[in-house]
């Protein structure tokens, strides 16, 4: 698990590491850092899908009292993989699979909560942007009850490019959504299927809905406004499996 002796710090190091291949989850840059090292550092970056966030100093310092010189690299406890990858492997596996998206989700609690449901349920992938957006940590492992050290987990820099790729490569793709044409219980989740969860406040992101071939909805008979995300997307996961012969995701 990404705990505190699970991090790189000083700049070269970072560098030594990307350029190492090691998984990183994301970096955090002091604000106002300026060197010729660091110059180089944005240099590596700008080549990869690595989250970095600018932060004052002094919540670095928090992170470690060491001479980090203002970088702080957290490393995955994961292997994260590429949906153009997974699938040709899924096909040739004989593989019906079913993929849940995550757009803009930031909760880790929801991301290893729905992750258990996704390893129970015989999920083949959970896809999440490299940005803006929930990823592989200490805290979403426990809560997934270790589901994400064994669950393909895909990050990718583009959420709707991958969409498209699925779309192409004969995916239906479902958004679940308050706008939803019609209830969940009518869709149908039988063929190769990535169902799209969005985050409890903004939802799927226009972009990514107009690429959906069905919207579809839970019905609520309460006065509170909508499902916490885990919750619905178990909803939505077992009905898929449930119109797949409760076989998992093999066909």
């Given at each position: 698990m990404t705990e505190k002796n699970e991090m790189i710090f000083g700049v070269r190091a970072v560098i030594e590491a990307i350029q190492a291949g090691k998984e990183i989850d994301k970096i955090l840059?002091?604000?106002?850092?300026?060197?010729?090292?660091a110059r180089d550092l944005f240099a590596i970056l700008k080549q990869t899908s690595i989250p970095i966030q600018r932060v004052p100093v002094e919540r670095i310092d928090r992170i470690t009292r060491k001479n980090h010189q203002g970088v702080v690299a957290f490393i995955s406890p994961v292997t994260y993989q590429h949906t153009e990858d997974l699938v040709p492997f899924l096909f040739e596996q004989g593989k019906?699979?079913?993929?849940?998206?995550?757009?803009?989700?930031?909760?880790?609690?929801?991301?290893?909560?729905?992750?258990?449901?996704c390893e129970c349920a015989g999920v083949d992938a959970i896809i999440i942007p490299s940005k803006n957006s929930v990823s592989v940590n200490a805290?979403?492992?426990k809560t997934s009850a270790g589901a994400l050290l064994t669950l393909p987990v895909c990050r990718e820099h583009n959420l709707t490019q991958t969409l498209r790729f699925l779309k192409n490569s004969g995916f239906k793709i479902v958004a679940a959504t308050e706008k939803g044409d019609y209830d969940y219980t009518k869709a149908d989740f039988?063929?190769?299927?990535?169902?799209?969860?969005g985050a409890e406040d903004k939802g799927v992101s226009y972009d990514n809905l107009a690429l959906c071939d069905e919207w579809v909805k839970i019905p609520l008979f309460g006065s509170i406004e909508s499902l916490n995300v885990s919750v619905a997307a178990g909803i939505l996961i077992y009905k898929a499996i449930e119109q797949r012969g409760f076989s998992g995701t093999q066909e």
């Open positions: 840059i002091k604000k106002d850092i300026q060197s010729d090292l019906n699979p079913l993929f849940i998206m995550l757009d803009g989700i930031t909760d880790v609690r929801n991301f290893g909560a729905i992750a258990r449901t805290d979403a492992v039988s063929s190769p299927t990535c169902l799209i969860m």
